[in-house]
């Protein structure tokens, strides 16, 4: 297997960055595809992670949402560069109920300092996915001190 620099690959900058959000590991998400503007984060249902009437919680929903849009915009990014989320918006549109939660972040529009990225969290039972959530997340280009 050839080395991989994780400098120069976006990809898997984006992989050594999420391995790095603990909040992840505790949740149990995962990142299933990374492309160049894109991101898509999945989450096995847990009842744990539910609120009083068996749907995931909206908090949930929101940060592996958040985590996608803000990941998406990072794969735009160079090397020494990192990530922060200034604001999001998101509207829920249906009760989040299924075996597995899929997030997507996608690039709207990318800048030099802030980057808009739409969001979405979809429920999937078995081969039914419903859009739960759809939202906007600014994304902010920051270099760490």
């Known amino acids: 297997m050839a080395h991989?620099?994780?400098?120069?690959d976006p990809a898997a900058r984006v992989q050594?960055?999420?391995d790095q959000q603990s909040i992840m590991a505790l949740l149990g998400a995962r990142l299933h595809s990374v492309e160049p503007g894109r991101v898509d984060i999945v989450l096995p249902y847990r009842q744990d992670l539910c609120q009083q009437n068996g749907f995931l919680h909206?908090?949930?929903s929101t940060t592996i949402a958040d985590s996608a849009g803000g990941y998406a915009a990072y794969t735009l990014f160079g090397p020494g560069e990192d990530v922060l989320t200034s604001e999001f918006k998101m509207n829920f549109l249906a009760p989040a109920k299924g075996d597995r939660f899929v997030a997507t972040g996608r690039v709207v529009k990318p800048g030099k300092r802030l980057s808009v990225c739409q969001v979405e969290m979809f429920a999937h039972d078995g081969e039914q996915a419903t859009l739960c959530v759809i939202g906007l997340l600014?994304?902010?280009?920051?270099?760490p001190r």
């Not at 991989?4 to 120069?8: A, H, L, R, T």
């Open 4 to 8: 991989v620099n994780v400098s120069e």
């Open 16 to 18: 050594a960055s999420f």
């Open 58 to 60: 909206a908090g949930i």
């Open 138 to 143: 600014t994304a902010v280009r920051v270099t």
